[in-house]
């Protein structure tokens, strides 16, 4: 299908005329320019964004608009100078990026004008270290072994992420900088008799490939060679003594220590630039802006370097000697045909005539989307959300007005179908009219009812019974309990010969140094240690019956919670739970609200949470998960439904300090509501607190934050359909008590980061 280009009157640079401006550039049409330019122009592209957030929104953005595969350059998320390393997935974006351009292939690269001052290795290095391994060609473990050590890959018990590699046996398995998943290579003799791709997470394999390419994990060589050579320009460098420096002494000890980048180019002779591997014929698409972040990002530099030069224990380059000057990259830009691409109208320039998608005066009101669409529709109109499940709620809203939009699968479909009203599912930010083609896009941003999505770097999925039932995340040291033996610490993996046979152990370390080795295949005996504290976990020695007592006094301890929870349960069984009937229109509003995407594990909480509210026994759930992992958007949709349904919500919290934090939380997500959210805790005072308590007796507070003091006798609700509990486990034994009696009575969720 051929594709559609709104902005063709606009013309790109050429020779006769190398530097060139589009401007009036509204919103998502910048993304739609830079789009179109890429698709117009026969060579490679690179656009240059002003920070790496913009750089990210044009990625999405111009994915959603333009049919040529892009690739993001991102800088190293670091401040200048800072002794840390960045994550290994976005080393391994830069060098997959790296070796495709070094290779002279056609691609469309977006990133922070800030990475342009980066010092690079010079291409021959990446293309010099980059290797592949096909099915039959011959193997030596040991030499593989020393390769990838040299190439910056780092040898572990079990690969988890790129850069990472493991040997067991007669099984090496290899996790290539740039791949999406590890490859296993499966010898017979010095031969490769089969690659498979495998899961990191449960280490079975997906599926067999014929070649897997290998490109260096790291942007400088760490052979001796390298090694002998950095500490060479280092003396040059640093009139200090280097034994003083940890970051000589790591390096002398064939060791890569946090923040190396910034050490780079004492790796090399001589270092390259981000233009050393572009071709000649490369188009440069600069957003506005775009130049003046160089010397924003250079006097960042200046300022670091100002503050840390002084350290004799960690001597850093000079700016001129880590990074490109912005001068130098601006002579550089000046060489290569360049696009600039402006939002605002210009006499001097082409002016697309892109401009805001919503009439002026159309007020931030309820009854927007009826104003809008009552004028919009004069013009074909496309509606965009961030996410399916936002598209189907948004869906549901319009239909509910009356209004019928088409669902289109993207931007090419839309520009081909003749519906007036569309909706797509489209990461933009902003939306923007096109008079002259009488089309609109408008975001749900634009509407309200979303607001800017922020985007995490992407983590590979995982399954949540891997966790239960592998070893991955387990470290050597950490401590493990095994079922016929008892706790004691994991030290790794180990092959050891049986009858002959190389067969893989699990060895475990107990009190006195006594040692286990446990069967791969018996990897069901063991589980993780789950106690207060691993550094602490008391150990079991083998040959006594320490272990069997445990399991009997714990046995007598689980019979009596047991009895305890079927008492419990009995109670809440012979009560006739409250059935909270959700009104999907109203909570679909709520949630786009959320200004982050869900995650799977989110999303699942949250669904099972639901179902449990609409049900009619009451909710006794649990919802465990780290700092960061969302807990508190499930309290404040669960909070929502039962606000709506009519019922008090009560967030027990075990400190004053959480409270605040959570009073904020929730005034800022129901600010669009007519819910009345309070606070109980010892910084209200005595007249702030009897206020409340008031209000909770006679059904004017809807929803209450506070410590203890909410389970004191003389706190009453006029309607409590439901307690929210966080961390659980803090809260002193008579307030437990007291949740024990509310359990049988109300609905109940306890968030906790403590499995």
Known sequence: MEFDLLLRALELPSAAAPRRTWAELHGGALSLAAAEAAARHEGPV??????????????????????RALRRFPDYETLPYEPISPPQDLLADRLLALNRLARGEPETLVLEA???????PPPEFIVSRSLSLAKGDRFDPTKMTKRLSEHGYLRVEQVAEPGEFAVRGAVFDIFPTGSAVPVRVDLLDDEIETLRTFDAETQRSAGKTDKIEILPAREFPFDEAAIKFFRERFREHFPVEPGRCPVYRTISDAQLPAGIEYYLPLFFATTASLFDYLRADTLFVVVDGALDALETSWRLIEERHEQLHGDIER????????????????????????????????AEHANAGV?????????????????????SLEERTLLATSSPGHREMLLELLRGRGYQPHVYSGWQDFLTGTAPLGITVAEIHDGFRLAERRLRVITATDLGMERPRQRQRKRRARDPEAIIRELTDLQVGAPVVHEDYGVGRYRGLTTLDVEGMPTEFLLLEYAGGDKLYVPVL??????????????????????????????????????????????????????????????????????????????EDQQTAIDRVLEDLESTRPMDRVVCGDVGFGKTEVALRSAFVAVQAGFQVAVLVPTTLLAEQHHRTFLD???????????LSRFRGASGSAATIEGLAAGTVDIVIGTHKLLQSNVRFKRLGLVIVDEEHRFGVKDKERLKRLRAEVDMLTLTATP
């Open 522 to 599: 018996s990897l069901h005996l063991v589980t993780r240690y789950s106690g207060a504290s691993p550094e602490e976990a008391p150990l079991h020695r083998l040959g006594t019956d320490q272990w069997d007592k445990a399991k009997r006094k714990a046995a007598q301890q689980a019979r009596d919670t047991a009895a305890e929870l079927l008492n419990l349960y009995a109670q809440r069984a012979a009560r006739q739970g409250t059935e909270l009937k959700l009104d999907a229109a109203a909570y679909q509003r709520f949630v786009l609200q959320f200004p982050f995407e869900e995650t």
């Open 315 to 346: 001597p850093i380059l000079k700016p001129s000697q880590a990074f490109f000057s912005p001068a130098e990259l601006r002579a550089r830009i000046g060489d290569r045909p360049a696009l600039t691409l402006a939002p605002h109208a210009s």
């Open 114 to 120: 800030g990475a342009l001052l980066e010092r690079l």
């Open 669 to 679: 997500r129901f600010a669009d509501w007519p819910v009345h959210v309070e606070l």
């Open 46 to 67: 690179c656009v240059l964004a002003p920070s790496a957030a913009e750089a990210d929104r044009l990625e999405r953005e111009m994915g959603f608009f333009g049919p």
């Open 355 to 375: 401009t805001h998608p919503l009439a002026a005066g159309v007020a931030a009101t309820d009854d927007r989307i009826d104003r809008w669409l009552g004028v």
